[in-house]
């Protein structure tokens, strides 16, 4: 199967008004243990780990986490690190499916209160991991900070050495990491980050201070204007109203048009979290003749285990 699939716009979207194409990569094939974005936003923390010689590496995530998903079964597959896991919110005697495929993977939970797991690196929990271990590497949650989106700048050159010559770049974003590593990317092309988050206004600028951040580090040259806006900031489109009623959550018309997906793509499987409500935003605009690109890449950013938790 291709890595980049054309994509065929269900019968009720379909428009006079649009007349490009719509391209998937298909970064869900990827990785067989972390595919998506997942990979690629780890793999610089692991050498960063490795090159501290830490003997525990510890993230953050929810009970039905992709990323925690990703962590564990990498983790497992290395084998070099003894790996710990905080989990948002108690435990309950019937793990999900996510955390049961992390115990098998030997990975050590560490439940803490939703208010608690809101401080990040200041919490209470992170302090008893770190009296109890001592050197412990920590991965922010989602694989975020700059080594994740370095990761994805790699990734935006991979898929760019592809070719093809598309116009926009669409992919969905929670933490924004992935979406400040494509950005960062010296292409010519618009890219359009669609949040899954509810209330994600700020996160326009959070991915833009990342991007440039990225590139200084990277050396990468950044152009300003006269108002003193960078050319990153001239081709970032983010969208922070296409959430559907909040993250994880689905409206009707949402679920219709995954069916509707589902029945002229059977062989492109939509994530529940991120890719199905980025798709759908663009479709709706290309519905209403409001899509103006001629030739669109959507990024799969994978997260298909996430299905489990609707079952």
């Known amino acids: 199967m291709s890595i980049i699939q054309p994509f065929i716009v269900p019968r009720r979207y379909q428009s006079s008004l649009s007349q490009g194409q719509i391209f998937v990569y298909r970064g869900d094939l990827e990785h067989p243990y972390a595919p998506g974005n997942k990979w690629h936003k780890l793999k610089y923390h692991l050498l960063e780990a490795q090159t501290r010689q830490a003997k525990f590496i510890a993230t953050f995530g929810g009970?039905?986490?992709n990323h925690l998903h990703a962590f564990a079964q990498t983790l497992h597959t290395h084998q070099t690190f003894k790996a710990l896991a905080v989990i948002r919110g108690e435990l309950h005697p019937q793990l999900t499916l996510t955390l049961r495929d992390m115990v098998s993977n030997n990975v050590e939970l560490w439940p803490t209160l939703r208010f608690d797991y809101k401080r990040g690196l200041n919490a209470d929990v992170v302090k008893q991991i770190n009296a109890l271990y001592g050197d412990v590497y920590w991965i922010p949650e989602g694989?975020?900070?700059?080594?994740?989106?370095?990761?994805?700048?790699?990734w935006a050159k991979s898929i760019e050495a592809l070719g093809n010559q598309y116009d926009a770049w669409v992919v969905s974003a929670g933490t924004g990491t992935t979406a400040a590593g494509l950005l960062s990317h010296p292409q010519p092309v618009d890219?359009?980050?669609?949040?899954?988050?509810?209330?994600?206004?700020q996160q326009r600028a959070d991915i833009l201070a990342q991007a440039l951040r990225l590139r200084q580090l990277e050396k990468?040259?950044?152009?300003?204007?006269?108002?003193?806006?960078?050319?990153?900031?001239?081709?970032?489109?983010?969208?922070?109203?296409a959430h559907e009623g909040g993250f994880a959550k689905h409206s009707g018309p949402l679920l219709e048009f995954i069916d509707e997906c589902n029945a002229v793509n059977p062989d492109l499987p939509?994530?529940?979290?991120?890719?199905?409500k980025t798709l759908f935003y663009v479709m709706k605009q290309w519905q209403k003749g409001g899509w103006p690109y001629r030739r669109t890449l959507l990024i799969h950013t994978g997260g298909l285990q996430g299905w489990r938790g609707y079952v």
């Open 191 to 201: 890219l359009h980050v669609i949040s899954a988050l509810k209330g994600a206004e």
């Open 63 to 65: 009970p039905y986490s």
């Open 143 to 154: 694989g975020g900070g700059v080594l994740g989106a370095q990761g994805c700048l790699d």
């Open 270 to 276: 939509l994530d529940p979290i991120y890719t199905c």
């Open 220 to 241: 990468l040259k950044t152009t300003y204007n006269a108002t003193g806006e960078s050319d990153l900031d001239g081709r970032l489109f983010f969208h922070s109203d």
